[in-house]
């Protein structure tokens, strides 16, 4: 279902598509419904392009873009934790960040890279902060990746960022653009079904992604190449602080994406079972991450989505989980305005 592509998070073979790298958080600046549950686009709206790789100049700067691309498209083997070279292991996990970021964070609603570069530096919820691109990217390595921060300013990280750049090519800060992120389809007004879900994995993932969610190495065990399919679940996927453990991202995500293959535009699986099947999934065993209490300083800030608390609110933790959530939207609302109205009255 949630399989690897490989030219650049790209052949859409049995080696193509996943679930794994920025962290999954979409960018608020942009809107990321899909055309048919959102109003027609502005005039003004950039069409969704993606700059080639081609036309760019043989110099040290293609060069850098290609190995950015690299990164994102072959990180197992190049940053790993089967990399023979133990000063190159930053990543924890085997997966590569086009997992998430499908076809080299190229692919609309595929959690893409394009535009992403002109939102930075832009205010962080889950830190509390104004924080730049290098931050998320650091994110993204110590929570989907599993792994631990790049080395500031080493090729790695410059590398990356430059690919992200180049794919904003002519985008300017605050541009709409239809496809950023993972979509927003219509949420259940009931808690989503991991029951259910489990039920949906076996029909439609498990013959990729493995009965048990392990996914499908491209060779044996510590060849360094990582997976053909990544796995969901289990020591070798992301930790309990990313992105995708959120239902709302994972749920849209598979629902605009999967099984590999499928688009936006003819979606295989239901809405209702899009919400079930993520929920399963996000529901299974893990690696943890340390600190996550931390996050979010401002709780009143937190994603009503978020599956680890503390709390603003005082709904159960499994309802943040697994929803309804516009009841926990609208406490939020209600703490917000009961908020601003003792700061007025200082």
């Known amino acids: 279902m949630i399989e690897n592509s490989m030219s650049i998070f790209a052949s859409l073979s049995i080696a193509a598509a996943g679930i794994a790298l920025l962290c999954t958080t979409v960018p608020a600046r942009s809107d990321t419904s899909p055309p048919a549950s959102r109003s027609p686009a502005k005039s003004a709206e950039r069409p969704w392009d993606v700059p080639d790789l081609d036309k760019l100049p043989d110099d040290d700067w293609e060069s850098t873009v290609l ?22 292991r930053f990543a924890g996990n085997n997966l590569n960040c086009q997992n998430c970021h499908l076809e080299a964070g190229t692919k609309k609603f595929g959690l893409p890279f394009i535009g992403v ?35 500031a300013g080493g090729p790695e990280m410059t590398a990356i960022v430059a690919y992200m750049k180049f794919l904003s090519t002519g ?66 996927s992301f930790n309990d602080g990313a992105g995708m453990t959120r239902l709302i991202n994972a749920a849209n995500f598979i629902h605009n994406n999967m099984p590999n293959g499928t688009n936006w535009e003819q979606p295989a699986l239901s809405v209702d079972d899009s919400w079930d099947v993520a929920a399963f999934i996000d529901s299974q065993p893990r690696p943890q991450k340390s600190g996550l209490d931390h996050d979010f300083p401002k709780r009143i800030e937190k994603p009503v989505d978020a599956p680890y608390g503390p709390y603003a609110d005082k709904f159960d933790p499994a309802q943040h989980k697994l929803g309804p959530f516009q009841p926990i939207r609208d406490a939020i609302k209600e703490l917000t305005s009961a908020q601003a109205g003792t700061q007025s009255s200082k």
Not at 122 to 139: F, K, L
């Open 171 to 236: 985008r300017p800060v605050g541009s709409a653009m239809t496809g950023r992120g993972a979509g927003r389809m219509p949420e259940l007004r009931r808690a989503a079904n991991p029951v259910h879900g489990k039920a949906i994995y076996a029909q439609t993932c498990a013959a990729c992604h493995g009965d048990h969610g392990q996914g499908r190495r491209a060779g044996p065990p510590g060849d360094g190449q990582g997976y053909a399919i990544p796995p969901l679940w289990g020591t070798d």
């Open 67 to 88: 190995r950015g691309r690299d990164l994102v498209a072959k990180t197992a083997s190049l940053i790993g934790p089967e990399n023979p070279d133990p000063a190159r």
């Open 117 to 151: 570069y002109a939102d930075f530096p832009n205010y962080r919820a889950r830190s509390g902060a104004v924080g730049t691109i290098e931050d998320r990217i650091q994110g993204c390595m110590t929570r989907s990746m599993n792994g631990k921060p790049l080395p």
